[in-house]
């Protein structure tokens, strides 16, 4: 069945640090892959997605890029904040049998330190 | 504000009990999916209607069960309570018009069984 890896977690960064968070995914046909982050507290929000190979999602100086050959989505930022300080979860739909439900790696915690 | 909302967001119970958790979608949002949340599962589908019909099921148990209604709103009921279904509840909704359309999710309701 169709299935998200995600790196361990925690990652523990230094304010302005470079971010790499590993995702990679298992599906049959063209699935669109997700960046989901959830804040302390809070309910999951989109932070970007890929609807189709080589794609790349972007938003608030986060990126992913689609790549069907190594069937992975990593999440990347330059810069990294405070304020980025979250769990992120890495997801797959594949709309197979008329259903857009979302399939979930286990979350990584980021945790950025001043 | 994602514009899905959740009630109650909190909810203490006991073992054997039922519970009613509401969900409301986004204005002109036809699907509803409900989501589980746990230390041990992660973050699992459970179910998801579209317009008042149920469209697909997950890892949902006998004891639980949802309707959407003709306004739209979801509910889930909960059943015969046991400690381990102790969890974050998450509903989301989206357009339902089929590919890959964004799921926003609700803030969800913690439930916890003692």
């Known amino acids: 069945g169709n299935s998200v890896t995600q790196m361990e977690g925690p990652v523990t960064l230094s304010e302005e640090a470079f971010l790499t968070i590993n995702c990679t995914y298992t599906?049959?046909?063209?699935?669109?892959l997700f960046w989901y982050v959830q804040y302390p507290g809070e309910g999951l929000q989109l932070l970007l997605k890929?609807?189709?190979?080589?794609d790349k999602g972007s938003n608030k100086g986060f990126e992913a890029t689609y790549r069907k050959e190594t069937t992975s989505f990593h999440l990347e930022k330059g810069s990294v904040q405070v304020s980025d300080s979250a769990v992120y979860f890495c997801?797959?739909?594949?709309?197979?049998?008329?259903?857009?439900?979302?399939?979930f790696g286990q979350g990584t915690t980021l945790q950025v330190k001043p | 504000d994602s514009g899905v909302t959740q009630t109650p967001k909190h909810l203490i119970t006991a073992t054997g009990q039922r519970v009613t958790l509401r969900c409301s979608p986004r204005?002109?949002?036809?699907?509803v999916y409900w989501y589980q949340q746990s230390l041990d599962q992660g973050l699992q589908f459970l179910i998801q209607?579209?317009?008042?019909?149920?469209?697909a099921k997950g890892n949902i148990l006998e004891r639980f069960s949802a309707q959407q209604f003709p306004d739209l709103h979801s509910e889930l009921n909960l059943s015969s309570l046991e400690l381990g279904d102790s969890a974050l509840y998450f509903c989301?909704?989206?357009?339902?018009?089929?590919?890959?359309?964004?799921?926003?999710f609700g803030p969800g309701t913690r439930l916890t069984v003692l």
């Open positions: 989301a909704s989206s357009s339902g018009t089929g590919g890959p359309d964004t799921q926003y």
């Open positions: 599906a049959t046909g063209y699935p669109s």
């Open positions: 890929a609807t189709k190979a080589d």
């Open positions: 997801a797959l739909s594949s709309f197979s049998g008329n259903t857009g439900k979302l399939i």
């Open positions: 204005s002109g949002d036809l699907s």
């Open positions: 209607y579209y317009n008042g019909e149920e469209r």
